[in-house]
Every structure is written in structure tokens, then in C-alpha cells.
């Protein structure tokens, strides 16, 4: 069994930043993409930016690239998401996720999920 515990959301102001962490446990972490997702109410979930097992290729969404940063630490098992600039679009529930096969955009692709935590942006 893998677990992702995803922590760092909060509230903050239109202009500042936060920096979520995800620590896995389960399964050799090195050896695995790993994605982080969104869902804001009534919209579905999407996928704005991965990484690879060593952390030197990363993939990012339009709507976030230039504001939000992937990387991962593979000797404390663990994934970042420096998120700067942020503005009250990016309220949503953020979600880390590890990749199995396939096409990374899809959420159908991940098989292991964290619990997700809050990010609101106020205006």
C-alpha cells in the first residue's frame, strides 16, 4: 500500500505564494513519475504539472507555467510545488498522485492519490 500526505495549502492573498509537500511511504519513490492535480468546485480534476524519477524533466500546464515549480527529493521521499504568484483562479483542492502507465493527463493514469489540501486565494 502507497501513502501520499499532501500538506502546506492555506489561505493566502492574490500575489503571494505557498509551497505544498507531499511525503510518500509505500513504495520505492524514485521509480515513479509523479503528478500534481486540481479540482475546483464543479470542475473536474486536472493535471498541471509532473516530474520524472529524477527530478531533470518536468511538464507544466499553460495556466501555471512561470508561477508554479515541481520538484522532488528523492532521498526524504518526498515532492514540492512551489506556487507563487497566485491568484484567486487557483483556488482549488490540490492533489498529489504517482503515475502508473499512460497518458499523464489523465487521472485514470495514477493509481496512488494523497487526501488533497486546500489552497484559497483571496482577492
Known amino acids: 500500500q502507497v501513502h501520499l500526505v499532501e500538506s502546506g495549502g ?5 500575489g503571494g505564494s505557498l509551497r505544498l509537500s507531499c511525503a510518500a511511504s509505500g513504495r520505492p519513490f524514485s521509480r515513479y513519475f509523479m503528478g500534481w492535480f486540481r ?12 516530474i520524472n524519477w529524477s527530478g531533470s524533466s518536468t511538464y507544466y500546464a499553460d495556466f501555471v507555467k512561470g508561477r508554479f515549480t515541481i ?11 512551489q ?12 492533489y498529489c498522485a504517482s503515475h502508473l502507465s499512460g497518458d499523464m493527463s489523465r487521472p485514470s493514469s495514477y493509481d496512488y492519490w494523497g487526501q488533497g489540501t486546500q489552497v484559497t486565494v483571496s482577492s
Request: glycine letters at 4%; a negative charge; hydrophobic letters at 30%.
Open 10 to 14: 492555506g489561505l493566502v492573498q492574490a
Open 39 to 50: 479540482q475546483a468546485p464543479g470542475k473536474e480534476r486536472e493535471r498541471f504539472a509532473t
Open 71 to 81: 520538484s522532488r527529493d528523492n532521498a526524504e521521499n518526498t515532492v514540492y510545488l
Open 83 to 94: 506556487m507563487n504568484s497566485l491568484k484567486p483562479e487557483d483556488t482549488a483542492v490540490y
